[in-house]
């Protein structure tokens, strides 16, 4: 299967009374883990501005970079993703990562004020990425017989988190990756590839599959929350980042998940007539598990599948 033939078009999100559902061979009816979304409504000078913002944050000098460093012990701000030991080997990759809701968890003051363009077009664009990340798993609630509520909840607390990912050329890119296998703890991932340089690849059948940028293109990745409240209807994607010998890469990925203290387990609805797949925690609980897991593929979701 090639990257061309997973696209899917013609998504209308912008009305959220009649929201238009993507045609046959969407994500919501197949309940594939993945698709590139073309067509979508986020208007394009929102994602722009944010690709531009993001190339002249990176230009900076490290010195102007490390003013919004994370703070020691955190994981908001610019640095690295995933350090859990001085003995490992990094990926390939410097980033900028946000809580962007529930609201008390934002620390605008670690959000780069150079270039002076960079808050606004951030806010922006990560208004504009919910609305389409909620209105999917709005469709993909309906596609599985729940109301919308049941996978999107209701409260301002849902999570949105951000990670803007630079994975600069390595001369040895064949030894190092950007970014390890993993699939998303959260339940939708929209992931903006903001120049022209493939590095993220799909694991499909065992093979990496690399995923072409098509300008302005979302690619949808299904999470590992989603994949256990549909009872495994629908199934994460494991994906990773490779590096390239000349070229920087740059990436947007925006995730999207259930409130903290949501319970995340097989939704009771489709489990009537067979049995839950996984374990039931709180959102909160799920994430810890999950990063104690260390970005090692689908490995945290086989430590929460039942009946192994
Ligand atoms: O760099 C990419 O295209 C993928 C980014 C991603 O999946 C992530 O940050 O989790």
Known sequence: MTSQSLITSNYSTRS??????PS???LVKTGASFRLLINHDVPKEVSQRMMFVIEEFFKLSLDEKMQFKQPPG???????????????????????FYHISPPHFKRMEL????PSAFRDAFDEYTTEVNRLANCLLGFMAKNLGLDPSEIIGNSENETQSVRIN????????????GLSPHSDACSLTLVLQVNDVTGLQIRRNDK???????????VANMGDALEVISNGKYKSIEHRAVTNTEKERFSIAAFHG???????????????????LYKSMDFQSFIKLFLASKLDGKKFMDDIKLNK
């Not at 959220?16 to 559902?21: G, H």
């Open 24 to 26: 046959s061979t969407s």
């Open 166 to 177: 630079c994975y600069p050329p390595c001369p040895e890119a064949k030894k190092v990756l």
């Open 208 to 218: 990496w599959l690399p995923i072409k940028p098509i300008p302005g293109a979302f």
């Open 111 to 114: 959000w780069p004020s150079k």
């Open 74 to 96: 955190q994981v908001q701000g610019y640095g690295q993703w995933f350090v859990f030991s001085e003995e490992q080997k990094l990926d390939w990759a410097d980033m900028l």
């Open 16 to 21: 959220s009374l009649t929201p238009s559902p």
């Open 258 to 276: 259930p409130n903290f203290n949501a319970t995340v387990g097989p939704h009771p609805e489709l489990v009537l007539k067979g049995e839950p």
